[in-house]
């Protein structure tokens, strides 16, 4: 029963008005000529395919969910083969590829937005290809000229997928204890043996080939994370002509059950003496799967982006149609049995919460895949640099900040919806069950905390959050004479001082220890969330005031978002702070016998 | 894979060093005789029944669900049956009813205890009991005497079960716009009409007969919430013996699919001229349902004390057992390839944040159900009056603030097992899907909040909120000197004088404008039940620091959690108080076209 509008023109508005990506772009050789008009296509036939295809999927492939038939075989829920064809016919998977590959060559931010409304429409079906495009990226650009020719054009076609095998049972987070082993052979491969869990799509019946990055140890290698090393191992090891070959010793022995993404296979891959081959270098495995990490963890956000999105979407259909109770100040429908609850103060902070999250995230991720862009083609190195100090600062951020917004935010799509949003048929709950574990893979978000605090952040003594910081500073001078900014810019730049502070009081304690850093570090990334949403609702504020006369409602909504905002959201800052600041000791000072 | 040991340990603490039950229940001439013993007894003996009886059904309950066998039949999960008739056997069901139908006359207190450990158990088979019990009081207060005669025995010893038919398709908070009719009969029986969604324990096959207590229409009657009116439908009419009879014209149309508490049937019930006979007076009908709702949204705050305690235990057991990464300060377990989790910083953040909440809570739960007891049998009126004041006053703040603190642990249980959590096996999962229902029925979390703010506090000008700020006002007199109790008591006062002003300020403006109470509410009820919390912890550390020496190291638990407590959980507030005061402006000054 549930809903779904490609929002093209917030979309439109977020990358050619607030971010103006057709002029950053005209800096990249690569992208010079992506102009608007080709931008706009892109996402209005994107919406088309992830409306018509991937969303009447949506719900059926939770109900069904993904069956494991016995001897290594998976088969996906009904439909989602038919889908997976018409996105390799609709030439989808090559959106943002190497041309070199097959690939079309879009930049990222416009492959973002693709990204954002196929997870608005199916999050269970696009890890299929969401994880391929990681594996893309990492053999772009640690594999071998050999590997590449092999490998690229197949994902970039579609034509096979990749998956990303770290966890075993005994280790998620902490890698340096894997012990899947690669022993090498006279003919230059590795026989790899081993059992990773959580694998998703690890096995699946959309593609004729599946290829695993897989973390493994080389024999005598060091201890911990510097001994594991990277390696290809495809499901059916490519022939001479690039086809499927013989069978691998890879593979799928159950998958699990579990509380959402029915849709998408979660595996328990055996590998037993599997034929893989070495990517980059030996003991720098890591690194190498460090580029699919982050890129992962950007699509992470992006899945809850959608979801967000989506979610939001169907509450205000609701909240808009459900007659209950009176206003309180007098009818507003006195035609009707009962006004429409939107006229209910409550459930009006609930949307304008929703609202505010997914129209902030949507500025704040597409800029970081801007400099994303910026970071790969600009010709200027300082400028590369900056970009990737940029986007190595916000990865966590984006991972983090925003898909906990996004369980918020959805559970309040579905309070919306009273008794009814409990209820299957509504389609609100399964959200829930979606984005719930985006808080938890590719890092969960405690660890994105750490990241950000420990090394993007107290690991170059404030560099990067310098970089950040200026950005935030150059526009608070910018309109600080602006009167009708000044509700926008003070309690920014307020934060933004308070942000200094903090980092520098945390920094002098984590200094004499670090499990002061351990202690804030989650309560800390939300405030520099908030620094960075707060920015972009600044900014979004600014454009809104100029165009507010304008005729078109977007710009008066996204006044009245961006108030709503810094009166209702920002103001969090205020209890962060203060449990940040309050320390470890209340934490560390508990014997375990205490629990 | 989940386990349960009842914490009987920090129940009694409780019971007998924080509220003195005993002495308090001295007073009551019902409950004089109850003595520690007899409550110790039934909390050892109720435990080993929901541990060994109840818990091991919760997995396979929510793996195998209720079914829908057609024409009106559902049948609960396996075992359900035979643990029902164990409860019977054990005689629970009899607990704290009355003995002139049967009872034990225990005070609510203790059948609070049971309550607890019962839904720790297994939430969706304590929902057939829950509502039976409501269904109970509610006939207890409004039935005839010979419906009283009919009716409690068979609720008493479990032969019978109960419902609470309110919502329909078009109306669950708005009861006002319900349409199910009663017409009247020539022999004193109304033959009743319509369609009820939502019946939790609507049907199943644990007893011989169900008794829906249904909401319906007379003709004549006035509009809205004042013509409503109250009736008794049997599932099969009582014989002359008071046996089931005739099979009456209510009936099961389907079961709804829902995200969780997948053991208990929720069923749509259609009632086609069904017999019923009226409970209280024409048109009351919602006052007498209060009865049962009342009892209810208690019954709710106790599902989510139960879940918060059996998530904590499971996951604190985790995080002692699981080894991943070392602590930042170095290794606390040389000889281990890892250190246990419980080592890090955030992963005790969200132990000890589960563990004040649960144990707070419990302290919070268990003294309102004194002062039910109090309200009840109070000898003295004006002390019973208190009581009931105190009670009207808490119920909200039960419903909402411990299921929307109980949503928050519950995911944190979850988020500790990292991927672990997300799958089904490890039972985690199930436990924030049960838990999110508790936000939502029974009134939504919203709706306990406009009850606490419009009709509690502003309804009587904040004369019930004075009544518990004298008791935290009288507590804070007198440790104001114990230098040990400032780092508890300086908050608790500062907070205390916060929430005067704050009230204050909002009454003024809900008088220009309704709207600023409905803007207020929801962030206006966490901060009063961070007042509660705060009170109920400060007063725990105090008795712990009288026993800190006594070699039991619960009061050194105690002492460690309540500085948790107040170092950073109550700091929230200070955002709350922000984003209440921030009014309805920003909620209200948005057209509905710009959302």
């Given amino acids: 029963m549930a809903q779904y509008l490609p929002p093209i023109r917030d979309m439109q508005f977020v990358l050619h008005e607030l971010l103006e990506v057709e002029s950053r ?89 693709f990204q954002e409304m196929m997870n608005s429409a199916n999050q269970a079906w696009t890890m299929y290809p969401g994880l391929t495009h990681g594996a893309y990226d990492c053999l772009h650009a640690h594999g071998t000229p050999e590997q590449k020719q092999v490998y690229l054009p197949k994902f970039a076609s579609g034509a096979w997928t990749g998956t990303m095998c770290l966890t ?10 894997l012990r899947t082993k690669a022993e090498p052979q006279a003919d230059g491969s590795y026989r790899i043996s081993g059992t990773k869990i959580f694998i998703s799509s690890g096995e699946h019946d959309l593609t004729e080939n599946i290829v695993h990055l897989v973390l493994a140890r080389l024999p005598d290698s060091p201890q911990g994370t510097k001994g594991i090393s990277l390696f290809i191992v495809p499901k059916f090891v490519p022939d001479a002509n690039g086809n499927p070959g013989a069978r691998n010793g890879v593979k799928c022995a159950r998958i699990e059950e579990k509380m959402g993404i029915h849709g998408n296979a979660t595996c328990v891959i055996d590998l037993d003496g599997a034929t893989g ?101 600009h010709p200027d190195e300082a400028v590369r640099k900056d970009a990737e100090d940029m986007l190595a600062l916000l990865t966590p951020i984006v991972k983090a900040f925003i898909t906990d917004n996004g369980f918020v935010t959805t559970n309040m799509a579905m309070q919306i919806y009273g008794g009814h949003g409990y209820i299957r048929e509504w389609g609100m709950e399964q959200y829930v069950r979606d984005a719930r574990i985006n808080m938890i893979y590719e890092g969960t978000n405690t660890i994105q905390s750490l990241d950000l605090l420990g090394r993007k952040v107290l690991g170059d003594s404030g560099a990067k959050l310098r970089k950040f910081g200026k950005l935030v500073t150059e526009f608070v001078e910018a309109e600080g004479t602006n009167e009708e900014m000044a509700e926008f810019i003070d309690p920014l730049a307020d934060l933004g001082q308070k942000v200094e502070k ?90 375990v016998e205490l629990f």
Wanted: overall charge negative; hydrophobic content about 40%; some cysteine.
């Fill in 168 to 177: 075993e049972p005994h280790c998620g987070t902490d890698l340096g204890m």
């Fill in 277 to 377: 081959w070495l990517v980059g270098d030996p003991n720098k495995g890591l690194q190498a799967m460090f580029v699919m990490m982050n890129s992962a963890r950007i699509g992470v956000g992006l899945q809850t982006l959608g979801l967000m999105e989506v979610a939001y979407q169907n509450s205000l259909a609701y909240a808009k149609e459900r007659l209950q109770m009176r206003s309180l100040t007098g009818p507003k429908a006195p035609d009707k049995p009962a006004d429409p609850i939107i006229v209910h103060p409550d459930v009006r902070r609930m949307l304008l919460t929703q609202k505010a999250y997914t129209e902030g995230s949507r500025a704040f991720a597409y800029w970081a895949a801007l400099q994303a862009d910026v970071a790969h083609g």
């Fill in 502 to 591: 903090l980092t520098m009081e945390i920094g002098m304690k984590a200094f004499q220890n670090p499990d002061e850093a351990g202690a804030a570090a989650v309560d800390y990334l939300r405030v520099i969330g908030h620094l960075v949403l707060g920015y972009f609702w600044a900014r979004m504020a600014k454009l809104a005031l100029e165009k507010q006369e304008s005729g078109d409602p977007l710009y008066r909504s996204k006044l009245a978002t961006a108030r709503f905002y810094f009166a209702k959201l920002m103001p969090e800052t205020a209890a962060l702070i203060r449990t940040a600041r309050a320390g470890a000791k209340p934490l560390m000072d508990v014997e």
């Fill in 25 to 113: 772009l005209a800096e990249l050789p690569a992208h010079a000529e992506t102009g608007r008009e080709l931008i706009d296509q892109v996402i209005e036939e994107g919406g088309k395919f992830c409306s018509e295809v991937l969303f009447p999927l949506n719900r059926s492939g939770d109900e069904e969910g993904c069956t494991y038939e016995g001897d290594g075989v998976v088969r996906t829920p009904k439909g989602f083969k038919d889908a997976w064809a018409k996105f390799r016919e609709g030439g989808w998977p090559t959106l943002t590829c190497d041309p070199e590959y097959g690939g079309q060559g879009l930049p990222h931010a416009v492959g973002m937005a």
